[in-house]
Structure formats: structure tokens, C-alpha cells
């Protein structure tokens, strides 16, 4: 079992920055590939980027290529997500999730989600 709680949201103004960190607890961390999907008022759960394992591999959905990053740090069991340039659609619950695989996982078939940290952009 894997706990995963999620810290950094707030309100920004459009054009700023964030990172959210997500802290997992558990098994061994770096056998987990990490995702973050954000979720608005009346949308589906989009993925926006994952990790694989050991960090080495990423992947980023259009939406926010060029604009988030997202890092792992295996030491202390915590995966980021750096948000630059924000924009007021950006505005959602940003979810992050584990899944025991080494591999980056570009699905939304991840195994352990947290509880969500609520990011709002103002125009």
C-alpha cells in the first residue's frame, strides 16, 4: 500500500508559477512511476505528465508541454511539479498517482491516487 498526499496549490495570478509535491509513503519509492492528472468542474481527469521509477524517463501531455516539469526525488520520496507561465484554464484538482512499474505510465491506469490540492489561476 502506498500513501500519497499532495501539498503546493493555491491561487496564482495568470502568468505565475507553482510546484506541488506529492509525498508518498510506503514501499520502496522508486519502484513506483508517478503521474499527475488534474481534474475541472464538469471535465474528465486528464494526466498531464509522469515519471518514470527512477526519473530517467517523462512524459508530458500537449496541454502543458514547455510549461510544467516534472522531477522525482527518490531520497525523499517525493515527486514535483513545477507549473510556470499559468493560465486560467490551468484551473483545476491536480491529482497525483502511483503505480507499482518501472516504466513511465502514459494511462490513467495508476493504482494509488491522492487526495488532491485545488490550483486556481486568476485572470
Known amino acids: 500500500q502506498v500513501q500519497l498526499v499532495e501539498s503546493g496549490g493555491g491561487l496564482v495570478q495568470a502568468g505565475g508559477s507553482l510546484r506541488l509535491s506529492c509525498a508518498a509513503s510506503?514501499?520502496?519509492?522508486?519502484?513506483?512511476?508517478m503521474g499527475w492528472f488534474r481534474q475541472a468542474p464538469g471535465k474528465e481527469r486528464e494526466l498531464l505528465a509522469a515519471i518514470s521509477g527512477s526519473g530517467a524517463s517523462t512524459y508530458y501531455a500537449d496541454s502543458v508541454k514547455g510549461r510544467f516539469t516534472v522531477s522525482r526525488d527518490n531520497a525523499k520520496n517525493t515527486v514535483y511539479l513545477q507549473m510556470n507561465s499559468l493560465k486560467p484554464e490551468d484551473t483545476a484538482v491536480y491529482y497525483c498517482a502511483a503505480k507499482n512499474i518501472i516504466r513511465v505510465v502514459m494511462t490513467s491506469t495508476y493504482d494509488y491516487w491522492g487526495q488532491g490540492t485545488q490550483v486556481t489561476v486568476s485572470s
Open positions: 510506503g514501499r520502496t519509492f522508486s519502484n513506483y512511476a
